[in-house]
């Protein structure tokens, strides 16, 4: 069954730290998310132990596919529908709406992570696929690990597109995804959404960031539109996804082998690792990105990690 709200206000009270339950939820945000939601929830529920799926401004099927999967999954997947109007990041209305408005993808965000009932929470997006074992391997580690109460265990993916002849490659010139923002996070009344002009930011608190490793395909330049057509860059010209679109368009595309070997953490991540927590994660990504997936094709790894992925994104 789904829940429709609107007129919602985040407070950190309702976060409901004392309340929750041992284990991990996982929240997401969807707008016509259809290309992929499915995948994306069959491919993770089995890891965790709900998901919290919140669906906003959908004119496609996203709603049915959830009330389906609902049914099927029962409580361990709970749907809302968020029924205000939400300014995606990069628009004139983000940046003039307060973060505490109904319109506010922050305000949005924060809805969602606050429907979760476990103390461990992660973000899902309906354009991730899991890599089954390490995506399990991960969040089995986050249900014990100590350092949980310090640390986020952030994880990465890898971006898919196609290439000119319509096979699997990578964008050369963003293989990887997940800088940060995806994450085990062990909830605490520091742990939300705040604003930045560009995006929603999640506050970390005292909680450091360390890359764990890569657990799931990013499956945003797969989708109809191109991964772009939720952020309204017809009203919006000046957006900064418009210029990542324009980027994304002229880029080339690359085999995993060859995307592998010319990873290197950059210069600055390097120096500044010691010092900067999201600087020693990107260093350490980009050591793994280039060890991990040395001469390897896109295929044998999707086939060994994801098994059964043509089903939800085979030969285009």
């Not at 999967?69 to 307060?98: E, I, M, N, S, W």
């Not at 899902?124 to 100590?146: F, I, N, T, Y």
């Not at 995804?177 to 930045?196: A, I, M, Q, S, Y």
């Not at 950059?266 to 999201?278: H, I, Q, R, T, Y």
Request: with cysteine.
């Amino acid at each position: 069954m789904t829940e429709t709200v609107s007129g919602y206000v985040f407070g950190p009270a309702d976060l409901k730290i004392g309340q929750r339950e041992p284990g991990i939820s996982a929240f997401m945000r969807i707008r016509n998310g259809e290309d992929f939601t499915e995948a994306a929830i069959e491919s993770h529920i089995g890891h965790f132990d709900e998901i919290v799926a919140v669906y906003n401004q959908c004119s496609d099927a996203t709603p049915q596919i959830l009330a389906r999967l609902a049914q099927r999954h029962g409580p361990k997947l709970r749907v809302f529908h968020y029924a205000d109007r939400v300014f995606p990041p990069g628009t004139d209305g983000h940046v003039q709406t307060p973060p505490d408005s109904p319109a506010s993808v922050v305000n949005y965000s924060n809805f969602a992570l606050a429907r979760t009932t476990r103390q461990i929470v992660t973000k899902l997006d309906d354009d991730h696929v899991a890599m089954r074992d390490q995506m399990g391997a991960l969040a089995k580690e986050a249900r014990s690990a100590p350092s949980l109460s310090r640390e986020t265990f952030c994880y990465s993916g890898l971006n898919l597109a196609r290439n000119a002849d319509g096979g699997l490659a990578l964008p050369a010139e963003e293989t990887m995804c997940g800088n940060g923002d995806h994450w085990f996070v062990r909830l605490t009344p520091e742990n939300f959404f705040v604003k930045d002009e560009r995006f929603e930011t999640f506050r970390h608190g005292s909680q450091r960031r360390r890359f764990r490793g890569f657990t799931y395909w990013h499956l945003k330049y797969l989708k109809r539109g191109g991964g772009f057509a939720n952020y309204e860059l017809g009203d919006n010209p000046q957006s900064r996804f418009a210029r990542k679109q324009k980027k994304r368009q002229a880029s080339d595309a690359v085999d995993l082998a060859t995307a592998a070997a010319n990873t290197r953490p950059a210069f600055v991540d390097s120096l500044l690792a010691p010092f900067d927590d999201k600087r020693r994660l990107l260093r350490d990504r980009a050591r793994r990105m280039r060890k991990e997936f040395a001469g390897q094709t896109i295929e044998d790894v999707l086939t060994a990690r994801t098994p059964g992925w043509r089903q939800w994104f085979g030969d285009g």
